[in-house]
């Protein structure tokens, strides 16, 4: 017994001294922790990234954000909820042009649609029926109509009784707060669309055309930087193309 207890503590001895079996150890500690730190890594990633997104359906420009934001979604762990915020409450005491105004007192019935839609049946319901009614509106150029917003409604099998919400201000004052919830957080100097990301929100990115694919990823991966600086306020060149529409779905 004496002789193995020897034997045995001797074992122990050498493969403390062994250089090679203690970095083995280190290799397989170092592995194990990587592979732990993965795990961590992969169930963070597993929630997406949540990005508050105001809009206007009229607005053409916002139609472009948000169709870049549905190609963000297919290369970025990102979700986008949709809020709307009008137009018409945005210019409603300000001095605008005869023709403006005509066409901001007709962009009430959308909104009010919109909001309808998302109080009585949600969020997955507001995006159906906002891509919907941008397809309607800016790529068949179908006009700002009863007659649009009902087919709208019928394409994604809401009621088509809820145009009427549109010819009534019964519920302007729950749109005034959908509105003011996203405007108030980027000040009176800009319109649609507003993007709440981690906290940080901004006015745009306004673009024409949209890019896609990975492109489409790494200008999100900016806007984010950008947006996530507080002193960071605006980066703005003018527009010398109009909204291009071509090879975007609906």
């Known amino acids: 017994m004496a002789k193995s207890d020897k034997k045995s503590v001797s074992k122990k001895g050498r493969a403390k001294k062994d250089p090679a079996r203690k970095d083995a150890a280190k290799k397989r ?16 990633t597993d929630q997406p990234t949540l990005v508050d997104f105001w809009f206007d359906p009229t607005c053409p420009w916002a139609w472009l954000t948000s ?3 549905l190609e963000v979604e297919k290369v970025r762990p990102v979700k986008t909820i949709f809020h709307v915020m009008s137009l018409s409450v945005l210019n409603e005491h300000r001095d605008v042009s005869d023709d403006y105004r005509r066409m901001l007192n007709a962009n009430w019935a959308p909104v009010r649609i919109a909001l309808t839609v998302w109080q009585q049946y949600g969020q997955e319901q507001l995006a159906a029926f906002y891509t ?27 009621p088509p009784e809820l145009a009427d919400a549109g010819e009534t201000g019964d519920n302007d004052d729950a749109l005034r707060w959908s509105h003011h919830e996203g405007m108030d957080l980027v000040g009176k100097d800009v319109g649609t669309p507003v993007l709440k990301i981690n906290g940080a929100a901004i006015f745009g990115p306004v673009m024409s055309p949209i890019v896609t694919g990975e492109e489409a990823g790494r200008m999100f991966d ?29």
Not at 29 to 44: C, F, I
Not at 148 to 154: E, I, P, Q, W
Not at 226 to 233: I, K, M, N, Q, R
């Open 29 to 44: 500690s170092a592995k194990k922790g990587a592979q732990l730190e993965s795990v961590s890594a992969t169930a963070e």
């Open 67 to 69: 169709r870049w934001m």
């Open 132 to 158: 919907a009614l941008g397809v309607r509106l800016h790529h068949h150029k179908e006009g700002v109509h009863r007659s649009t917003l009902v087919a709208a409604l019928n394409d994604v099998g809401l």
């Open 222 to 250: 900016a806007v984010v930087r950008l947006a996530s600086y507080p002193g960071f306020f605006e980066l703005k060149r003018s527009r010398t193309v109009a909204p291009i529409f071509d090879g975007i779905g609906g």
